[in-house]
């Protein structure tokens, strides 16, 4: 079965949160991020 690459659009209104998620998910190799969001 072939590797399948998500796109993620990451939402929360913590930067830190933020920036977490999106290390540990570019470090997978198995996602992109294609926006952030902070909440309102």
Partial sequence: MPA???KVLIC?????IREGLKRILLDSG????VGEA???
């Fill in 4 to 6: 399948r690459n998500l």
């Fill in 12 to 16: 929360d209104d913590h930067q830190l």
């Fill in 38 to 40: 902070a909440g309102a």
């Fill in 30 to 33: 198995k996602a992109s991020v």
